[in-house]
Structures are given as C-alpha cells and as structure tokens.
C-alpha cells in the first residue's frame, strides 16, 4: 500500500510542496480516480484498489514530478490485447535497429574491401563499380580517381 495519508484542510499546516501536489491540472484525487474508472478497479477494497499497479505507477509519476524529475515509465498494460500490441511494437522497434546497424555495417565491410589492394579489384569485378556511393570512402577514392585523370590528361597535353 502507498504511503501517503488524509490531511485536514482546516486545523492543520500545509506548506508550498504539499499545496502544489494536491493542486488542480496537477496532484490532486481527480486524476488518480479517472485512472481506477479506466482500469476497471473503483470499486475494489481500499487496500486492493491502492496496492494496484495502477495506484503504484500513478504515485511514481507523481513523486517523480513533485521532484522535478523526468518520469519515462509507461503506464501498466491493461489487457492481454494491449500487451500483444505493446511486445509487437517494441519487437518492431527492435528489428529495425537491428536492420539498420546490419546494414550499416554491410557497406563498411563492403567499402573496406572495395577500397583494399588485395581483394579491390575482385570485389569490383563482383559487385560492379560505387559510382552512386557518397560515403567517405568512396568520396576519397573518387578524388584520388579524378586527380590521377587529371595528371594523365595534363601528360598528353605536354609535348
């Protein structure tokens, strides 16, 4: 169960963080009733209904934000539905970095050996020139190209 506790309105002290937690838009029981009429959990015994995950993730989110922390902690699964959809987009998620790390290290293993001396030319003759490439690797082979071009071109030029 939570710890928190009742606090007369009238009688009592209330200082400026205790006043801010139970603000309207912020703290308050409004917000933390809507979320037992969503989970379907209004109606249990008091020590059910603030023992619930709902009641817990709840309390969390509102310490953290008391504390001026950042609260990233989705709120609980309700169904077996919601849990299916939440697995399958973080699967989802997961694969495509996944994809994109494997193909990122594809054209690094196919740049090394593109640019090596010892498997460079067999490995243009396999996978054909990177005329479309824009990586540094391929920029910097381009270059040394087009610069041997122009020397070659510079020596015809010369009687």
Same mark, same amino acid.
């Given at each position: ?9 009238? #009688?009592?002290? +209330?200082?400026? $963080? ?17 979320? $037992?009429?969503?989970?379907? =959990?209004?109606? $249990? ?10 009641? =817990? +993730? ?9 504390? !001026? ?10 169904? +077996?539905? %919601? ?9 989802? !998620? ?25 498997? #460079?030319? $067999? +490995?243009?003759?396999? /996978? #054909?020139?990177? %005329? ?11 270059? /040394? ?9 510079? %020596?015809?030029?010369?009687?």
């Amino acid at each position: 169960m939570l710890h928190s506790y009742p606090k007369a309105i009238v #009688g009592e002290h +209330w200082d400026d $963080f205790q006043l801010f937690s139970v603000a309207e838009g912020f703290g308050g029981n409004k917000p933390l009733y809507q979320l $037992f009429k969503e989970y379907e =959990v209004e109606n $249990f015994e008091l020590s059910k209904k603030y023992s619930h995950k709902i009641a =817990v +993730w709840y309390h969390k989110r509102h310490q953290s934000l008391m504390n !001026g922390k950042k609260f990233g902690e989705s709120k609980p699964i309700k169904t +077996w539905k %919601e849990a299916l959809t939440r697995t399958k987009t973080a699967a989802l !998620g997961a694969a495509y970095k996944v994809e994109k790390k494997a193909l990122a290290t594809t054209e690094e293993v196919d740049h090394s050996l593109f640019k090596s001396s010892r498997f #460079g030319n $067999f +490995w243009k003759k396999i /996978t #054909g020139p990177k %005329e479309n490439c824009d990586c540094e690797n391929c920029r910097d082979r381009k270059k /040394t190209q087009d610069l041997a071009m122009r020397e070659k071109e510079q %020596e015809e030029e010369e009687p």
